[in-house]
């Protein structure tokens, strides 16, 4: 059954080792992207800080889910991960523990995108690194993002989604 909404409580672990209650985001836009660093659309990492300093301040949340599901491309562990992002993208924005986001352990927030933001065609799966998510204040899953489509694309949506 699809459900417009998080159905449940949850709380994001930070790659860090913290945690992110997804209460706490109730209220703000959240943009949730399955990232890689080894990927062709890593350098995508310095649009999105672009768009967490342009927006942050009304209300977008940048979140990145590091994935090691699609050709290997994450095999590092949380402090080479964090180290690589900051050092190379000066990302800033949260990123949470390594996770999957496809098949039997898929995290419970990819389970829900999947079905709410369908894909091409009504396609659940995610195909590849740098899917992108865009959640609206009101909790509702606005978009899904292929991974070509580059986030300094999404301004227009995310502008329309913060005047809401």
Not at 8 to 36: H, I, M
Request: glycine share 10%; net charge negative; hydrophobic share 40%.
């Amino acid at each position: 059954m699809r459900r417009d909404t998080f159905p449940d409580p949850l709380t994001l672990q930070t790659l860090e080792g913290g945690e992110l209650p997804w209460d706490s985001l109730q209220g703000k836009v959240v943009l949730v992207v399955n990232t890689a660093s080894a990927c062709g659309f890593t350098p995508q990492l310095a649009e999105l800080q672009a768009l967490h300093e342009q927006y942050a301040e009304r209300g977008l949340v940048v979140l990145g889910f590091p994935c090691n599901q699609f050709g290997n491309q994450e095999p590092g562990d949380a402090a080479e991960i964090g180290a690589f992002c900051e050092r190379n993208y000066g990302v800033s924005f949260p990123i949470m523990e390594k996770t999957e986001v496809n098949g039997p352990r898929a995290h419970p927030l990819f389970d829900w995108l999947q079905g709410a933001a369908p894909g091409l065609l009504g396609s659940r799966a995610i195909k590849w690194n740098f899917t992108k998510f865009l959640i609206g204040r009101d909790g509702r899953a606005i978009r899904r993002y292929a991974p070509s489509q580059r986030p300094a694309t999404l301004a227009r949506d995310i502008e329309a989604a913060l005047d809401e």
